[in-house]
């Protein structure tokens, strides 16, 4: 396999696999909104929520850019393996 073939893989694991982790962070703390204070012990906002909602924003955004992301990379592939083979 070429080499620039072995890194798309790469690439589109890794954006895979990061997506799928800010998926969960967006689902556990749009479900568990205090987990911060439940896992850290301290509320960074006094309670507020700002930094629970703050988290759930960028985690949505992340999931979606890297989704999007591993979506090209994985095209990239599957469009080199029909061409090669």
């Given at each position: ?11 589109a ?29 301290v ?9 629970e909602?703050?988290?759930v ?26 061409r090669?083979?």
């Amino acid at each position: 396999m070429p080499i620039v073939m072995r890194n798309a893989r790469t690439r589109a694991w890794t954006e895979t696999i990061a997506a799928a982790i800010s998926g969960i962070l967006f689902v556990v703390t749009l479900v568990w909104r205090d987990w911060i204070e439940h896992v850290f012990g301290v509320e960074p906002d006094r309670g507020s929520g700002a930094l629970e909602w703050g988290i759930v924003a960028v985690a949505f955004c992340a999931t979606v850019g890297f989704s999007l992301l591993a979506r090209s990379e994985w095209r990239k592939v599957k469009e080199a393996d029909v061409r090669s083979g």
